[in-house]
């Protein structure tokens, strides 16, 4: 349908011409409305349907957008002005109850009939005032799928008196659209010879409709390396009835640029052919965005790439450090544990025959000297063993309440000691498949920390917890408690919550074998304190069975060691 500026210059034409009668029959023609209504669905028909909405915002044409249930989602501006409807009146509301004022669909309604025949199908109504308008549905397919219907409504006095030649004719529908569009449109019969060209697509290429025609075997602007991959994608278009691709063009000057392109079928009312339709998008500024983003993503990846390698370098060192380290402690250990043996087997001999006070103090003071020595080496080694995974572990049927009872008794002389107050709330089945011996020295550890940092008459408050796969201890005491700084660092080799105290019986690494021993068994270790002077809370949880066997276990702490394993409180 042309604007109607144009059909005025051709019903003036007419009149001259004598094929109408004398009358004054323009009156109010610039009010009329031609109006097309593109009901759309969001199946593979979205992209042509976004292309049709661009076009339709560039047309001095009324254009509606409605879904299949009728209603109007979208309005272009010249339709907004004509109708004077906004964007937000719109909303959900039924293009029956926009335009014609009824609560359901139009009975004369030809949309439904040009959906089943796949067919233009045009009706003639009278509205309540008299007025006489004719309604053309002509439906759009992509690949056996509805995606759109332009629905031609005009003013039947206007059509009788004015007959505009191959008006049901779709490529004369399209015309409009074609010559106002902002994209590349052409229009093909199936031997690829162009019916119509835009000017958009004219400027996009720099070919005239004439200069395109002349060209037979093959469209002028299809680039040699290209030309087969298009024809078979055209081909396909012919076949299936739509087409979506990406390729390039050839401009006049020969240089190439991206397209991005939609096509459909459509059959010509008046010669029963089929035709293609083609909407052309130049691509070039958003394949140069997709190439910077392509080497950014390279430059990226090569990035990581560095950085994982260096990781892997760095790891490999510190790797091969601290099994230096581990080495280096382990051979110390033994070197210096050996010559102590004599010294710790003579000195008690030593002790005992002395009669002098004052010599007999001096010995015993070399006496604790060269004991926290060997506890200190002996500790050392033992951590050393952890840390490496050289140790085996011989997993029993253990309960844990019956070891904390048993810890208990080996300390009893240290709660005596300080009047402390001992509390075991374990519930009398709490049982874990573990190392006997390892667990023991982790009782006796957490329990020697506690009356360590606990005030004479203190309390230690032993309670349990269990699930169908694990079992949890919580050992809490009344002691100095820790900040938040301690907290974080008592899991340090070496760390000492009181580094002012210098006493014998601390190494620094009670707490780092506990963290290890619990995660040798496959568990988990934390200690809680709400600050200085409120007293600690040592939490460990261990799996009921074993996660690996015992072969297995050797090295199950390889897989997770870190270098914040630590201290003692």
Known sequence: MNDVPSIVSELRLEEEQGHLNKKNIYEDVSKDNFSFVF????????????????????????????????????????????????????????????????????????????????????????????????????????????????????????????????????????????????????????????????????????????????????????????????????????????????????????????????????????????????????????????????????????????????????????????????????????DLKNPLGPLINLIPLLIKKETNPHKKEMLHVIQRNTNHIKNLITKTIELEQLNSGNISLHFTCLNLTEMCHESIKRNYHLLKNKDMIIENNLHPSLEVNADKMRIEELYDNIITNAVKYSPNGGTITITGSSTETTVSISIKDTGVGMNKQQLHHVFDEFYKVDPARHDFKSSGLGTAICKRIVEKHGGHIKIESEGIGKGTTVTFTLQKKPLFSNQQKNNASNQKKKNTNGGER
Request: hydrophobic share 35%; charged share 25%.
């Open 39 to 334: 009901s759309a669905n969001n199946g593979d028909g979205k992209p042509l349907t976004d292309a049709i909405k661009r076009l339709a915002n560039s047309l001095s044409s009324s254009i509606f957008l409605q879904d299949k249930n009728y209603i109007v989602n979208w309005i272009n501006k010249h339709g907004q002005d004509t109708f004077n409807i906004k964007i937000n009146q719109i909303q959900k509301n039924p293009c029956y109850s926009l335009f014609f004022n009824k609560s359901s669909p139009c009975n004369f309604c030809p949309m439904k009939t040009a959906i089943h025949t796949k067919r233009p199908h045009s009706i003639q109504i009278t509205l309540p005032d008299q007025t006489n308008l004719e309604i053309t549905s002509i439906p759009i397919f992509l690949d056996q799928k509805l995606i759109g219907i332009i629905q031609q409504i005009q003013p039947l006095q206007h059509k009788n008196l004015f007959q505009i030649k191959n008006e049901s004719s779709i490529i004369q529908t399209q015309q409009t659209i074609i010559e106002n569009a902002a994209l590349g449109i052409i229009v093909l019969d199936t031997h690829l010879n162009h019916l119509s060209i835009n000017p958009a697509f004219s400027g996009m290429t720099g070919y005239e409709h004439t200069e395109i025609k002349r060209h037979l075997n093959k469209p002028v602007y299809w680039p040699d390396i290209f030309s087969k991959d298009i024809k078979t994608e055209i081909q396909r278009l012919i076949q299936k009835g739509h087409l979506k691709m990406e390729t390039y063009f050839q401009r006049k000057d020969r240089s190439i640029f991206p397209v991005s392109i939609v096509g459909s079928t459509f059959i010509d009312e008046k010669t029963q052919e089929k035709h293609l339709i083609l909407i052309i998008d130049d691509i070039t500024k958003s394949k140069e965005t997709e190439r910077e983003l392509k080497i950014s993503q390279l430059l990226l990846f090569s990035l990581i790439k560095n950085l994982e390698k260096k990781v892997k370098e760095r790891t490999h060192k510190i790797e091969q450090l601290l099994k230096q380290k581990n080495e280096f402690i382990n051979q110390l250990g033994h």
